[in-house]
């Protein structure tokens, strides 16, 4: 039987320089507040389902609501992962959300039905959209999957994307750089360091860090933000994030983006 949780966990107009996200990721510490508004509103489901004789699976999903965007193509960018949905509010994604779980419990039963589970566990599923930032009309918002099956496997994944809320597009690297991707290579590698899990780029198994697609920002610096194990095999539920500060992309900024995120 499906059972659902729902519960509102922002006010219907947050003011966005969010406390939690400083707490969450100490490089936003340094953000100015600002009166910038944005209305966000958010819907928490929870269901579990026995798939095994021996197994429950508990899934779980937080999604945010837009109750004032409207355009088709930006909601798309936003809700990604939803393929097929057409419907973005409470309703319509609760409604998904029947629809994806029938889908993963058939997936896992499919996948795992020759495994050899012999005592009583708990398996775990669940995705979360978090709004970590909303300035100069640009939104900020992290997503993550996680995964537990059985006791000693586990994955957690981050995918980070801002969305230019002003002209309804998913911001692309290219919107606020020119810098080449070997040179953004090696700045990363030089700022590596300045990580806050302390870990040293000496330690890696791998010796380049390539530019990914999850990254954001803020006055002082463009964040990239990793999963651990991409560069440290069999560390699954763990994440890095490494600042590039403006200066080190001084004469290779995007002259809109520049003006309008005020960078001097």
Not at 34 to 43: G, K, L, W, Y
Not at 134 to 141: A, G, K, M, S, V
Not at 220 to 240: A, E, T
Request: overall charge positive; some cysteine.
């Amino acid at each position: 039987m499906t059972h659902y949780i729902k519960t509102t966990l922002f006010s219907t107009l947050i003011l966005v320089s969010f406390a939690c996200s400083k707490k969450e990721n100490p490089h936003h510490k340094d953000q100015k507040e600002n009166s910038e508004s944005f209305a966000v509103d958010s819907i928490s489901l929870n269901d579990s389902e026995k798939v095994f004789d021996s197994v429950t699976l508990n899934y779980s999903s937080k999604l945010l609501v837009f109750p004032d965007l409207k355009d088709k193509k930006l909601l798309d960018s936003i809700y990604f992962d939803k393929k097929g949905i057409a419907d973005f509010s409470k309703k319509g994604l609760t409604d998904f959300f029947e629809k994806e779980t029938g889908s993963y419990y058939k997936l896992i039963k499919e996948s795992s039905k020759k495994s050899d589970i012999h005592y009583k566990q708990t398996w775990e599923y669940s995705s979360n959209m978090s709004a970590k930032s909303f300035e100069n009309d640009y939104l900020h918002i992290q997503y993550s999957k996680k995964s537990i099956n059985g006791k000693t496997r586990g994955t957690i994944d981050f995918i980070d994307k801002v969305f230019d809320i002003k002209n309804n597009t998913k911001l692309q690297l290219s919107d606020i750089t020119s810098v080449s991707k070997e040179k953004l290579s090696q700045i990363l590698q030089k700022n590596f360091d300045k990580n806050e899990k302390k870990i040293k780029f000496s330690d890696l198994t791998v010796k380049k860090i390539s530019p990914n697609n999850n990254f954001y920002f803020d006055h002082k610096n463009l964040y990239f933000h990793y999963n651990l194990d991409v560069f440290m095999p069999g560390y699954p539920m763990d994440d890095i994030v490494i600042p590039v500060s403006w200066e080190d992309l001084k004469g290779e900024l995007n002259p809109v983006f520049k003006e309008r995120m005020k960078i001097k």
